[in-house]
């Protein structure tokens, strides 16, 4: 059984960091690439970042660009996402995505096999 497990997330406030780990397990996780989705209250899901599956290239949205790094530990089963300078419209529930050998341009448009139950960062201002 394949789970995706976040943690990490919490209430900070504006210009605070956080950073958000996704443990998954039930999988080789060595060929999938991984993405971490949001979803803001009211607002549907917005795709945030991507990583292959070794680690090689990423990719970000324009909001988070320069702010916000992803990273995976391929011996840990782990990818994360540093989050820097948070803004209050970073508050959302955030989700890990596995993709079997997936694209950063198939992720962006939520095509994955798996995801996690999120885990909710709340900024304030």
């Known amino acids: 059984q394949v789970r995706l497990t976040e943690s990490g997330g919490g209430l900070v406030q504006a210009g605070d960091s956080l950073r958000l780990s996704c443990a998954a397990s039930g999988l080789t996780f060595s060929m999938y690439a991984m993405a971490w989705f949001r979803q803001a209250p009211g607002k549907e899901d917005e795709f945030v970042t991507y990583?292959?599956?070794?680690?090689?290239?990423?990719y970000y949205a324009d909001s988070v660009k320069g702010r916000f790094t992803i990273s995976r530990d391929n011996v840990e089963n782990t990818v994360y996402l540093q989050m820097n300078s948070l803004k209050a419209e970073d508050t959302a529930v955030y989700y890990c995505a596995a993709a079997y050998r997936g694209t950063a341009q198939a992720m962006a448009q939520k095509g994955y096999n798996y995801r996690g139950q999120g885990t909710q960062v709340t900024v304030s201002s």
């Open positions: 990583i292959s599956r070794i680690g090689v290239s990423s």
